[in-house]
């Protein structure tokens, strides 16, 4: 059967990046039919707009979207594209694991999270406004819903439920947030009820993130508002071995775009520098979205074998620290062919192999080398 999807290559080093998910797929023999609609800078230019109504049209007839990082224009009037998506499309659940893979690139090798956020409402929801003529002061809306908290709480349940999960942890800060914190609290509460054979608690989003920093193998499906789960998944991303590899995954009741956690990174844009891992496991998210799961399986597996083989990987994956020998960088699309190589041969009848650990310590200024 073939699938129709939806492709939005993006802004900087997403024609990259979407180039070599799709060099994978075409590896895993499943039949994939890619419609591309431009949408970001392209778009401003030719037609006005960073959103064209053809990419929303293009979503809502496949049902399924791969989706490279948008430029969002500073000033200029436009809204971010990607907040405008989730919101016209109603895709109410930003779903973004955070695995450590091979135990490569983070401290952490033990780190296998999911974060839930809540992604049309918030603080993100575009009320704001400023308060006196000469702008010197500013306000800004959080909405939150009992409608949109109910069913982000129970996506959240119902995912820990199919996969298996050990446990939901809502985050929040109702203490001082004593109407919209209280309410996804209050909401939280009730339908963790209705799970019981889940185990669930709650930390405020302050102490989560110093949990996490200090002991994130203690926690598995996070589920929290939308400004907080921005903040927390990229957190989670650095814990797991950093953006070049957190792929993410928006869901709606019948759609479903997938798109990296990491930006369009401009400064690389055009140098086949930028590590294509994200994107590939945003793809391995769709087929398994799609029913595919054995190709899904093998999209893994070669990632891993090519992160834990460490010949061919890109810059970020062979920095000093992060690797015990010394690597020479490869580019985007070299890394792309060589997990697309191991796709028909890797073994999916064996554990994956406990993940070594490296010694990473990498310094900030190294990251952004
Ligand atoms: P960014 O994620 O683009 O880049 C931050 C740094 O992370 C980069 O300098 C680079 O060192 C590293 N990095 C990111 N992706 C990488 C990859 N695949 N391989 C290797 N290194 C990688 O974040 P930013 O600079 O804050 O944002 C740039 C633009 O992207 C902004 O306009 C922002 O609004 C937009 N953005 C879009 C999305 C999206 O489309 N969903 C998400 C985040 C940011």
Redesign the pocket.
């Known amino acids: 059967m073939s699938h129709r999807i939806t492709l939005i290559p993006?802004?900087?080093?997403?024609p990259e990046?979407t180039a070599a998910a799709r060099t994978v797929g075409e590896a895993t023999g499943v039949s994939l039919e890619w419609e591309v609609v431009e949408a970001g800078e392209a778009t401003i230019r030719s037609q006005g707009t960073p959103l064209p109504d053809d990419v929303l049209a293009s979503i809502r007839k496949n049902r399924v979207a791969l989706?490279?990082?948008?430029?969002?224009?500073?000033g200029g009037g436009f809204r971010?594209?990607?907040v405008a998506l989730r919101q016209q499309l109603d895709l109410y659940a930003s779903v973004r694991p955070a695995r450590a893979i091979a135990g490569e690139g983070t401290r952490f090798p033990e780190t296998d999270l999911i974060v839930v956020r809540e992604a049309t409402e918030g603080l993100y929801s575009g009320v704001e406004h400023w308060v006196d003529r000469d702008h010197t002061a500013a306000e800004s809306v959080a909405v939150i819903t009992r409608k949109a908290s109910d069913r982000i709480v129970r996506f959240a349940f119902e995912l820990a439920k199919r996969e298996r999960r050990r446990r939901v942890t809502a985050v929040h800060k109702a203490n001082i947030m004593k109407t919209t914190g209280a309410l996804f609290q209050t909401a939280f509460r009730e339908i963790a009820a209705k799970f019981p054979e889940i185990p669930s608690d709650e930390r405020l989003i302050d102490n989560m993130c110093m949990q996490l920093a200090k002991k994130p193998e203690e926690y598995d499906v996070i589920v929290t508002t939308n400004l907080f789960g921005d903040i927390l998944s990229d957190l989670c991303a650095g814990l797991a071995g950093?953006?070049?590899v957190a792929p993410?995954a928006l869901y709606g009741e019948t759609l479903a775009v997938f798109?990296?956690?990491?930006?369009?990174?401009?400064?690389?844009a055009g140098q086949d520098?930028?590590?294509?891992?994200?994107?590939i496991l945003c793809l391995e998210l769709l087929l398994r979205h799609l029913g595919e799961t054995e190709a899904a399986d093998r999209v893994f597996r070669a990632v891993w074998e090519t992160i834990a083989e460490k010949k061919v990987v890109?810059?970020?994956l062979a920095l000093p620290g992060y690797t015990t020998r010394p690597v020479s960088p490869s580019t985007?699309s070299a890394m792309a062919k060589e997990i697309a190589r191991k796709i028909p041969d890797v073994r999916l009848d064996t554990p994956l192999p406990k993940p070594r650990g490296a010694p990473a310590s990498v310094s900030d200024a190294a990251?952004?080398a």
Do not use: F, M
């Not at 798109?259 to 690389?268: C, D, I, N, R, T």
């Open positions: 993006g802004d900087g080093i997403g990046v989706k490279g990082p948008i430029t969002t224009p500073i971010s594209v990607n950093g953006l070049g993410g798109e990296p956690v990491h930006g369009s990174a401009p400064k690389y520098r930028a590590d294509p891992v994200a994107e890109t810059y970020d985007c990251l952004e």
